[in-house]
C-alpha cells in the first residue's frame, strides 16, 4: 500500500457519569487525511485545510504520531500527510484526538498493519500529548475502536469496547465560544463526596448494563453526572437550557462532551433525535451566540478508510 | 397455597470495586424458612434455630416484614414462622438480609404471587432497618434476585440484575470476630479524591463489562477497590496474608464481604476455588483466631423453594 485516504472522527468523551472513562465515536463529523508513502524518509504536511494548525511536524499531533511510528517501526519509507479539519478545534469533541488517532491508524496501514488497537491507542495519546500536554486516552481509544468505549486502567493499558444499540444517536451543538482547559480542570473539585462517588458508580454500571441490553430506559436513567457536570456547566452559556430542551424533546440523557463547550444529547431514534436537534435549535437561537449543530448515529466502526 | 419452605441464600455485598453498588448471592450456605397459613391474622414465630434471636415479631427482621407485607396486602390469614440459621449474624454475609428477603419471598408466596422482585426488595430492606438502623439494598436484592445485582438507584430503587459467568465459584473465610457496623462506616472516609473515583468506576465499568462477556481477565483487572477495603482492613486481622494467599492460588479477586470479617475470593472453576480455600486456609490456620470456610457457586437464582 502506497495511499490511504481515511476518516477520523469526532468523539464525545467523558459521557456523563463516565468522567475521564468513558467516550464513544460519532460518524457525521470528523476529518479526512491521507497518506502517502515517500522515497525519503521522515514526515512531512503538505496540506492543512479547515483550521489552522502548525506545520511544525513535531508540534502538530498528527505528524508526530506518525514521525514516532516510523521511527519506533525502523520504517524504510516516509510519508506525505495532508489533513482536513472537518471540526473546530476547541469544541470539546476530540479535535486532536481525531489527527492523533487517524494518524496511527494511517500510518498503521502503510507499515502493512502492525499494530493492535491498544497499540495504536498509545501512539495516538503521544499525540494528544505533544497537542494538549497530557497523554489522555478516551478520545482516541474511542476513534480507533469505534463505538462505545472505557478506559478501564491507565497503568497498565486497558480498553473496553462497549457494544453500541442499534438505535441510538447523538445530538450536538457546539457554542461558539472557547473554553479553556486549564479553567475547565480547574473548576472541578480535587475531593467529591464518598456518597456522590457512589451514585456515580452505581450509574456507570447502570450505563454499562444498558449498553449490553439495549435497555434505553436503563441508559436515560443512568445517563447522569453529579460530579463533573454542575461544576463545569456554569462555563457553557445556557447550559441548563440546552439540557433541558434535550429532555423534553425526548432525549434520554445530556451532558458536557468532553470539557465542553459542546453539549451532546444521546436519543433512541431518529424521530426523537430530530425533534432534540430542533428543540435545543429552539432554545440557542435568540441567545446571541453563534452555534453549530449535527445529528449522527454513535459510529460503531470508528476511523474508516475512505481510499 | 397452606405451607412454604424456602431457602435463604448468604449475599455478598460492596462486591471490590463497587462499595455499597454491588452484590451477589452464594448457594452454599443460607437459612431454612418455612411459613404456614394460620386462620388467625397476625404473624407468630414459633421457632428459630442456630441463631439467639429475638421472637418480638416487631424486632425480629423476618417477622417484621411478614406483618408489614401481611398489613399492606390487607390479608385475611396470619403466618406461622420458622427461622433456621445456616450461618452467624454478624459475619459480613448478609445474615439479617437472607432472614428478611427469605420473608418477603415466603409471605409473596403465601399470598399468591402479588409482588414484583423489587416489591419484594423494598419490604426486605423495611427489615433491614429494622434489624440494622438501615434501609439497604444491595444484600436483600442480591438475595431476591440472585445473581450478581447492582443497585443502580435507591430514589426510586432500581435494580439491575446481571449475568453470572458459568464458572464463576467464590470462596470466602470468616474470621470468627465482631466488627462493629459503626466502626467499619467511621473508618471510611466522607470524600474520596476524584482521580480514585474515577479508578474506581472505571473498574466497575470492567467488572460488569467482564460479567456480561464472560471475561474472566477483565473481571479480574477489574476486582479493585481503593477506597473502602483500605479503610477497613485494618478491622480484618490478617487481611493481606487472606488476599494475597488467595490471589496466589490463582483467585481471580478477593476483598472484604459487606463490612466484614468475612473475605470472600472470586475464582473461575471448581479446581482453582479448591486451591484457594486450601491457600486461604494454610494461611489462617496458625493465627490463633478461630474461623469458618466454604466454596460456593455464585447463585443465579438466589432464594430456592424447598418444598
Keep these: ?36 508513502k515517500t522515497a525519503e524518509k521522515g514526515v512531512q504536511i503538505t496540506n492543512i485545510t479547515g483550521a489552522d494548525l502548525t506545520y511544525n511536524v513535531d508540534e502538530n499531533a498528527a505528524s508526530a504520531v506518525v514521525k514516532k511510528m516510523l521511527h519506533t517501526a525502523n520504517a524504510d519509507f516516509g510519508i506525505e500527510l495532508t489533513i482536513h479539519k472537518g471540526f473546530s478545534p476547541g469544541s470539546g469533541l476530540g479535535s486532536s484526538a481525531a489527527s492523533a488517532a487517524g494518524a496511527a491508524f494511517g500510518t498503521n496501514q502503510l507499515l502493512g498493519d502492525m499494530y493492535s488497537n491498544l497499540e495504536l491507542t498509545k501512539f495516538a495519546m503521544f499525540g494528544e500529548k505533544v497537542a494538549c500536554g497530557s497523554a489522555i486516552a ?23 469496547k462497549l457494544p453500541v444499540p442499534n438505535e441510538l444517536r ?16 480547574d473548576v472541578l473539585p480535587t475531593k467529591i463526596p464518598l456518597k456522590d462517588a457512589v451514585t456515580q458508580w452505581a450509574n456507570v ?22 460530579v463533573a457536570e454542575p461544576a463545569r456547566k456554569s462555563l457553557i452559556p445556557f447550559f441548563d437550557n440546552i439540557k433541558n430542551s ?9 451532558g458536557i462532551s468532553g470539557s465542553g463547550p459542546t453539549v451532546f444529547a444521546l436519543c433512541k431514534g431518529d424521530t426523537v433525535a430530530k425533534a432534540v436537534y430542533k428543540s435545543i435549535e429552539e432554545s440557542y437561537k435568540n441567545t446571541g451566540i453563534d452555534f453549530e449543530m449535527f445529528v449522527s448515529k454513535v459510529s460503531p466502526e470508528g476511523i474508516k478508510i475512505i481510499k
Design 170 to 185: 447523538v445530538v450536538a451543538i457546539h457554542p461558539q465560544i472557547t473554553i479553556k482547559t486549564k479553567d475547565a480542570r
Design 1 to 36: 500500500m502506497k495511499y490511504i485516504k481515511i476518516f477520523a472522527p469526532a468523539t464525545v468523551a467523558n459521557v456523563s457519569c463516565g468522567f475521564d472513562s468513558l467516550g464513544f465515536a460519532v460518524d457525521a463529523i470528523g476529518d479526512e487525511m491521507t497518506f502517502t
Design 246 to 254: 434535550a429532555l423534553k424533546a425526548g432525549a434520554l440523557g445530556a
Design 138 to 160: 478516551d478520545n482516541v481509544a474511542a476513534a480507533i475502536f469505534g463505538g462505545f468505549i472505557l478506559v478501564r486502567s491507565y497503568e497498565p493499558l486497558e480498553i473496553i
Design 205 to 226: 454500571g447502570g450505563l454499562i448494563s444498558g449498553l449490553y441490553t439495549d435497555n434505553y430506559n436503563l441508559i436515560s436513567n443512568s445517563l447522569v453526572d453529579i
